[in-house]
């Protein structure tokens, strides 16, 4: 009992003082003088950012998606570094990178929504939905029996639900005009191929036109293919539709640059922090290597379109027409995260053969970035090239003394102005409300039957043509929509009315194939291509 006593003080000290030390120990985000405790675990210096995710996961007093949070972590970083930089979920990375891998998995449909309701433009030949019987005109009412006709779906959620790994299977109702019930359909997904190369023809004697999307895994060789075609069937001019081509994978910008230019011409240079600069010659193995070229742009045209287009114009090599192009000069690498999630990361500049680099700037944030399409309007750039100011060390010369312009997008060589592009404001007014499309897309649904006459798409362009009836139809719902027909309206405007409804009905009913070749001839811009290609100026 006696050395119960003598220890008891002793016993109630420790108890204290581990008191006291648990009690701190619990709270470890305050020091007893109230200042922020510093936490000093070994890799907290090396990386505070995966240092403070760790500990909100271990420390944080309410259940955190630890995913999501790296997500927004990793969002908000790269929003303060380009506008092109960035990272994109598990969910969205199939989508964002089918378009460039030249495939996807699926049924095989075009398809837009209509009135709240999916309606197929065309099932792609030898795909799974062709196969089973899926038509033109065709409304997808059901889906593994959830209705999607009527509940405001969206593009994104009809992929997302019609998508799915190769050998899966989908049911579709379909309704079909004539048929009084729904239709089923159960179809097996497949490997779907898509194409960088819209169409390839020969619109004018000996000049042949090729429109280019996008430059993905299997641009080249589709363009090859293409220009072997074209070069069999006779040509000796060569038009490059590049308009609305946001770009793609830079080594397809690369080799489709080959084939116009000679040997040893540089195509472009490559250079970043951390990446030593890079040179990309041309082989002298190009098809089409001194015949006359005209490269088309716009505001749209971006990137890879860009790299092709400045190598043209710096090795003095055919002719830009258009106008003045997007201005993306940055290169991206990509990298996979184990939940298959990615990261696109800018790693380094391109420039053209005359060392130009045309990024535009983007120091002000990626609001202001975006929002440079609206400048080129206000400042008038869209009507005049005179609208356009160059700074003065911006300003670059080939070999041949001709003036090249970097620090936002390549100058075409013969600019062509919006206005040109569309010769009255009725005509842009129709566009403005969607007339010609809501027009085009009715009357092929409800004359598809009568339309399928023209087994394709030349017997089409040949001998369809627009009647007096459509034509007072078609102003009488454009004056419905608000729209009045100008008491003055012209015959040449009336024609080009004409054309481009004609050449809208060809889209619906034979894809690019019956739209390109009724559309080009009131395409000011390819008409400038035409003339310039005519006028033995180009090389």
């Given amino acids: 009992m006696k050395r119960l006593k003598v220890y008891l003080p002793i016993t109630f000290a420790l108890i204290l003082a581990l008191g006291i030390l648990l009690g701190y120990r619990m709270n470890p985000g305050m020091s007893p003088d109230n200042k922020i405790f510093k936490i000093n675990h070994p890799w907290s210096s090396e990386n505070k950012v995966s240092s403070a995710l760790h500990y909100i996961d271990q420390n944080y007093v309410d259940t955190v998606d630890m995913s999501e949070l790296e997500k927004e972590a990793l969002v908000s970083v790269l929003s303060e570094l380009d506008p092109h930089s960035q990272y994109i979920p598990a969910e969205a990375f199939n989508e964002m990178n089918d378009a460039l891998q030249g495939n996807f998995e699926g049924i095989g449909v075009q398809f837009r929504i209509e009135r709240d309701t999916v309606v197929v433009i065309s099932a792609i030949s030898g795909g799974p939905s062709e196969k089973v019987g899926i038509k033109g005109g065709d409304r997808i009412v059901t889906v593994d029996g959830d209705t999607i006709a009527g509940v405001e779906i969206s593009n994104e959620e009809v992929i997302s639900k019609l998508k799915g790994e190769r050998g899966t299977k989908v049911k579709v109702g379909v309704f079909r005009r004539g048929v009084d019930e729904l239709l089923h359909f159960t179809i097996t997904r497949d490997v779907i191929p898509t194409y960088s190369v819209d169409i390839a023809f020969v619109p004018e004697d000996s000049t042949g036109y090729i429109k280019l999307s996008k430059?993905?895994?299997t641009t080249y060789q589709e363009m090859?293919?293409?220009?072997?075609d074209l070069q069999q069937q006779g040509i000796n001019k060569l038009i490059?539709?590049?308009r609305g081509n946001s770009g793609g994978y830079l080594q397809a910008a690369i080799n489709l640059s080959d084939e116009f230019l000679k040997n040893e011409k540089l195509i472009v240079y490559t250079e970043g922090k951390n990446r030593p600069r890079k040179y990309a010659y041309a082989t002298g193995q190009g098809s089409f290597?001194?015949?006359?070229?005209?490269?088309?742009?716009?505001?749209?045209?971006?990137?890879a379109s860009e790299i092709v287009a400045g190598a043209i114009q710096d090795n003095d090599r055919g002719v830009i027409v258009g106008r003045r192009s997007f201005g993306k000069g940055l290169v991206q690498e990509q990298v996979r995260f184990n939940d298959k999630s990615a990261l696109r990361l800018t790693v380094a500049r391109y420039y053209t053969p005359t060392g130009r680099s045309i990024q535009r700037p983007y120091s002000n944030g990626k609001k202001e970035y975006y929002h440079d399409l609206y400048e080129r309007w206000s400042n008038g750039e869209m009507v005049s090239a005179d609208s356009i100011h160059f700074n003065d060390s911006l300003i670059y010369t080939t070999p041949m003394g001709d003036t090249v312009y970097g620090g936002g997008g390549i100058m075409p060589d013969v600019f062509v102005s919006v206005e040109k592009e569309q010769t009255s404001e009725y005509s842009r007014k129709l566009l403005q409300k969607g007339l010609y499309y809501r027009f085009a897309f009715d009357y092929v649904d409800q004359n598809r039957e009568a339309l399928e006459a023209y087994e394709n798409a030349d017997l089409f362009v040949e001998g369809y043509q627009i009647t007096d009836q459509q034509m007072n139809s078609f102003f009488e719902k454009a004056i419905n929509q608000g729209v009045e027909k100008p008491a003055n309206?012209?015959?040449?405007e009336v024609k080009e009315i004409k054309t481009l409804l004609k050449a809208l009905i060809g889209r619906n009913l034979f894809d690019n194939e019956g739209f390109y070749p009724v559309y080009l001839k009131t395409d000011a811009i390819?008409?400038?291509?035409?003339?310039?290609?005519?006028?033995?100026k180009v090389s």
């Fill in 215 to 217: 430059f993905s895994a």
């Fill in 224 to 228: 090859k293919q293409a220009l072997n």
């Fill in 240 to 242: 490059l539709d590049l």
């Fill in 289 to 303: 290597e001194e015949k006359p070229l005209a490269i088309l742009i716009d505001e749209g045209s971006a990137s």
């Fill in 489 to 492: 309206l012209t015959n040449q």
């Fill in 526 to 536: 390819y008409k400038e291509a035409i003339e310039a290609l005519n006028s033995d």
